[in-house]
Nanobody, 123 residues
């Protein structure tokens, strides 16, 4: 079983930046694709970004392109989400998810999910 723990959320003013981390257990983590999702109150869970096992392929939701960057450090079993130029609309609980395929992860069908970290962007 893969255990995922998100961290790095908090309160930030509009235009600011945050860096989220998704730390994973398991020595096979480097073979997993990882994605980030978010969910605001009263809204459905929304895809944000995903990265392949090698880090060579990424994809982003249109709403975050040019502002967010997903990356990974397999030696540290960690995936990051660098969030710049934050907007109040980015306020949500952010979750990371993992599975064998980037396309599976990006489609919301990942087997493993973290508990989430709160991101609040004030105006």
């Amino acid at each position: 079983q893969v255990q995922l723990v998100e961290s790095g959320g908090g309160l930030v003013q509009a235009g600011g930046s945050l860096r989220l981390s998704c730390a994973a257990s398991g020595r096979t983590f480097s073979s997993y694709a990882v994605g980030w999702f978010r969910q605001a109150p009263g809204k459905e869970r929304e895809f944000v970004a995903a990265i392949s096992w090698s880090g060579g392929s990424t994809n982003y939701a249109d709403s975050v392109k040019g502002r967010f960057t997903i990356s990974r450090d397999n030696a540290k079993n960690t995936v990051f989400l660098q969030m710049n130029s934050l907007k109040p609309e980015d306020t949500a609980v952010y979750y990371c998810a993992a599975d064998r395929s980037r396309t599976v992860v990006a489609g919301g069908q990942a087997r493993f999910w973290g508990q989430g970290t709160q991101v609040t962007v004030s105006s």
